[in-house]
């Protein structure tokens, strides 16, 4: 541990593992930058066109996150959606409501061209909003972006209630697990039928539910005595980088994003 | 200057009746008071109560007085307490914030609430870490500690904020001998050598006979006995009451019943502390 500030007779600086230095360019970015930039894609892919906001986010984050070594961790995500957007496909091939144009018949199914095409386009704006989410998650150590989002004056609890939901996510599968094995120990049958692994249910989600809740006072408690509640503006541990180049960056995509939005509205936009 | 509690009777809200019955102690800066009693004796709503949580955060009817250093814990803020009395509770888990990435940044937690300078809370940090002998665990993920380690990590962050006295429900309820014995030896020279006085709720007698300047026996919401440690473990009413007495006590008890006697030198706790200091940072020692 290197020494720079002084404490006592002690003089003490950040230590390497809290000061997590950032590697190549899009990760070192600010985060409120990389969440504008999320934002922004989700936007696009919204209301830009049928066919180019989706596919033009998708090509930015298929080339962003080639760049930020996480094209796997993307593709999983994009797996994740499949049961999703294949359903939507289906039902809009063969379900779009005043659809004509059949592809073929079979029976009295019949799979519509404008189906596809509209079930396509719901597909890849969602799959665009899923990926443009994800690579905001993967990029940016949510506890960067909560700090960041506090020293812009994003209100305490606010940060903290965020912060700990989305850190409360992995304790809650384990506590389910932890239970899951203690119901089994007892003779509860988790497996099997539909209805025998639905018998178990109950058993199983009361205790996490409850537990959680009885928690949750004792947790608030230990908050208060860690003196959650003091009015002085949290200290920012280490201030992440932030430039006038982001900044500009931010309100040109900010900017963008609106003219975007008004221009649809408006129907200047006349993209594919 | 005492954290003291005078004639406190307490009852939750909602309760038909009062968990704590016109309980009186004081625990003096430097000193170890241990609190023992049976289950539901109302030892941990003691801790609330004397740490001032109760009634500020969770409501209830407290009647009587609860002071620190003269001034009644009613009229003081939470995060006011929260520097001059520290409270740590059974439960490791639900004391750490869940928002921390390393055990580092979870000890920063409280001072950063406080709004100190970074260099400050890398001091205090850094000391709550060595004077508990856990900075190893400073780049951990406080998720994956075990129970005696975030048991550890969780007083190390109470520590972090300096407050004068400490009230521990418990502190060493999921740790092994040796981290227990680790805890008690810093608990007890923290006391001796900061100056911060400390209640301290314990089932383990061993421990107390080894660091409590004084005992208090809780039962029923009443104080029914209190004085040196000593003496009040050695109470032959104490196992009547629920409390197991530490193992010297009872071999004591064992010999002189077959008509057998040690020297008493033999029998005694040994003394803890043992070699090293606690420099408080910013403080330079002890409280003035």
């Keep these: ?272 | 200057m005492t954290l003291s509690l005078s004639g406190a009777t307490y009852r939750y809200a909602g309760a038909p009746r009062d968990v704590l019955l016109g309980v009186d102690l004081s625990v003096t800066p430097g000193r170890v008071l241990g609190l023992i009693g049976p289950n539901e004796a109302g030892k941990s709503t003691l801790c609330l109560v004397a740490s001032g949580l109760a009634p500020a955060s969770i409501g209830g009817r407290l009647q009587g007085s609860v002071t620190v250093d003269g001034v009644e814990t009613r009229s003081l803020k939470p995060h006011e307490l929260a520097q001059r009395c520290g409270v740590l509770f059974q439960n490791p888990t639900t004391q750490l914030s869940g928002t921390a990435v390393t055990v580092f940044e979870e000890l920063a937690f409280g001072p950063r609430n406080l709004g100190l300078p970074v260099d400050e809370i890398v001091g205090r940090v850094e000391w709550a870490l060595d004077t508990l002998g856990i900075a190893a665990l400073a780049p951990k993920d406080p998720a994956r500690l075990s129970g005696g380690q975030a048991q550890l990590v969780a007083l190390a962050s109470v520590l972090a904020l300096r407050p004068a006295y400490l009230v521990l429900d418990e502190p060493t309820s999921q740790l092994d001998p040796q981290g227990t014995r680790l805890v008690g030896d810093a608990l007890a020279r923290l006391a001796g050598e900061t100056g911060t006085g400390i209640l301290i709720v314990e089932h383990k007698t061993e421990l107390l006979a080894t660091m409590a300047d004084e005992v208090a026996v809780l039962d029923a919401g009443h104080v029914v006995a209190a004085g040196p440690t000593a003496q009040v473990l050695a109470d032959p009413e104490l196992l009547a009451r629920g409390v197991e007495p530490p193992a010297a006590v009872r071999l004591r008890r064992a010999l002189d019943a077959v008509g057998l006697s040690l020297d008493p030198a033999l029998l005694a706790e040994p003394s803890v502390g043992g070699a090293g200091t606690i420099d408080r940072p910013g403080s330079g020692g002890g409280r003035a």
């Design chain 1, 1 to 272: 541990m290197t020494a720079d500030g002084e404490i006592g007779t002690r003089r003490s600086t950040l230590p390497e593992y809290v000061l997590r230095p950032t590697s190549g360019p899009y990760r070192s970015l600010n985060p409120a930058t990389k969440l504008i930039i999320g934002i922004v894609e989700v936007v696009a892919a919204f209301v830009v066109g049928h066919w180019t906001g989706p596919l033009l986010v998708l090509l930015v984050i298929a080339l962003v996150g080639w760049r930020a070594h996480v094209t796997r961790q993307l593709l999983l995500v994009g797996s994740l959606t499949l049961p999703v957007v294949g359903s939507i496909l289906l039902i809009n091939t063969f379900l779009l409501p005043g659809a004509t144009d059949a592809i073929l018949r079979v029976g009295p199914l019949a799979p519509t061209w404008s189906g596809l095409a509209f079930g396509l386009q719901v597909t890849l704006r969602l799959l665009a909003i899923s990926l443009a989410l994800a690579l905001v998650y993967l990029t940016t150590p949510i506890d960067d972006l909560l700090s960041d989002l506090e020293a812009r004056g994003l209100g305490r609890r606010l940060v903290f209630v965020v912060g700990a939901a989305v850190n409360t996510v992995p304790r809650t599968i384990e506590r389910a697990a932890e239970i899951l094995d203690a119901q089994r120990a007892r003779g509860l049958d988790t497996e099997g039928r539909f209805w025998q692994r639905a018998r178990g249910v109950l058993p199983l989600a009361a205790p996490v539910i409850f537990g959680a809740l009885t928690e949750v006072e004792e947790q608030t408690m230990a908050l208060e005595a860690r003196a959650f509640s003091a009015p002085a503006r949290r200290t920012v541990l280490r201030p992440l980088p932030d430039s006038a180049a982001q900044r500009l960056l931010r309100w040109a995509l900010f900017l963008g994003a609106v003219a975007a939005v008004a221009g649809e509205m408006a129907g200047l936009l006349r993209l594919p």
